[in-house]
């Protein structure tokens, strides 16, 4: 396997230049305009001077999870037999292995996390994500490359955009680092591209979004938190929670792992999914995935309750990857969408066009900026309105796309540090 970090000390001016020379004579700017008739690369490079930087590391392989034991039992789709102890469900995902050594990243093959990490940049970021291609461990038969698709994002090359057909494909044992600078806030998502029907199901998706420049403060808005630039302070929040939403199909997971073909238009979801879990495992805590003593939701590290104290602004940034349309509701809360496809609700005169609802309908590939504000103390359900996809396999008990909202008393949480926490 290739060192990533020099991969990433890799994506030099020159190596930039090769990648886009390659795919055409020009390049469309950040700002609007092009670089044709220009050397490609000393303007585009030369703006990135003054820009704030981050990177990270991801891993692509496969690996295994557990749902809820009590789901009705499918034989021999599910629970699978080859699964280690403790996990019941074959998948293919990333994990997030930014400052590992490159024994530390391989070892990670096979251990596969759904959702992927979440991630969240500001805006004007000069971002680096170096994606390693560790293999799958249980069908090395299977030379699949992976990539990272930034869903919805306006790219300024295709060459970062990790559509195969357009760009490249990460082959196994390789690294490729992918550059990007933000420009427009929002709530994105992010997903290989990989034979993506079935890479997508198999979980390689997770959510990634964008805060806006104006939480450093404007002279019309304080410094804070909020969802867009909206110039008036209008879509400030408290705390904030991103759900992945997804549906699971087991027999298309156990065909993967035991070497038979899916016909995709038999799509038939055993599992609707928060984050990679089924409610009620929603709820659970964050996992580690790096911890042996993390527990069955190890590889499913990324928790969905939202908990906030009475009064306080909560934002839920909902992406949908899944193939089917949900609808997420809360019952006796106002829902008001202030972001849809990480786009501002606001009309041509500038005027707010938020949605208040109790209601909000997400189709796939498409995400919402939604902010409460935290009732009375209690518990209250956030759950999609589909009968099916609140029930885990069918089965009798309450699962699937089904979270609390636990309020507390004012002051009694502390402020939040990051998301979904
Ligand atoms: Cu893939």
Request: aromatic fraction near 10%; proline fraction near 7%.
């Amino acid at each position: 396997m290739s060192d990533p970090r020099a991969n990433d000390r890799g994506l030099s001016r020159r190596a930039l230049l090769a990648g886009a020379t390659g795919l055409g004579a020009w390049v469309l700017l950040p700002d609007g305009s092009s670089t044709a008739g220009q050397p490609i690369g000393s303007r585009l490079l030369a703006a990135a001077a003054p820009n704030p930087s981050a990177s990270m590391h991801l891993a692509a392989t496969d690996g295994w999870v557990c749902m809820p034991d009590d789901a009705p039992k499918i034989p021999p789709f599910w629970p699978d037999a080859m699964a280690p102890d403790g996990a019941n469900l074959y998948v293919f995902g990333f994990r997030d292995v930014t400052g590992f050594t490159d024994a530390q990243v391989t070892a990670q093959r096979g251990k596969a996390q759904i959702s992927a990490p979440l991630l969240a940049f500001d805006q004007e970021t000069d971002i680096k994500i170096t994606l390693t291609n560790l293999g799958l461990s249980i069908r090395p038969d299977l030379t699949d490359g992976h990539t990272v698709h930034w869903h919805g994002f306006r790219n300024a090359i295709p060459l970062f955009d990790g559509v195969p057909e357009l760009s490249i494909s990460v082959p196994i044992g390789r690294s490729f680092t992918y550059f990007y600078r933000p420009h427009d806030p929002g709530t994105y998502m992010y997903h290989c591209h990989f034979e993506d029907v079935e890479h997508v199901q198999m979980g390689m998706t997770g959510v990634v979004f964008v805060r806006p420049a104006q939480n450093k403060g404007t002279a019309t808005v304080q410094p804070g938190k909020y969802v867009y630039n909206d110039g008036d302070g209008s879509t400030r929040y408290d705390r904030e929670f991103a759900f992945m939403m997804t549906e699971i199909w087991a027999e298309a997971h156990y065909r993967d792992a035991h070497i038979q073909t899916t016909d995709w238009t038999d799509y038939k979801p055993t599992f609707y999914a928060l984050n990679g879990r089924s409610y009620p495992d929603t709820l659970e805590p964050a996992g580690d995935p790096m911890s042996d003593a993390a527990g069955r939701l190890r590889y499913q590290p990324i928790s969905s309750l939202v908990t906030a104290n009475t009064g306080e602004k909560v934002l839920l940034r909902v992406a949908n990857l899944g193939y089917q349309y949900h609808a997420l509701t809360a019952d006796g809360i106002d829902l008001t969408v202030v972001g849809k496809d990480a786009a501002l609700l606001r009309s041509r005169d500038g005027s707010a066009e938020f949605l208040v609802t109790n209601t909000v309908v997400i189709g796939p590939g498409e995400s919402r900026d939604i902010i409460f504000t935290a009732p009375d103390p209690g518990t209250y359900l956030l759950y999609s309105r589909d009968l099916a996809s609140t029930t885990n396999g069918g089965g009798a008990r309450r699962g699937g796309q089904m979270t609390e909202i636990r309020v507390s008393a004012p002051g009694t949480l502390p402020a939040q540090t990051k998301p979904n926490a």
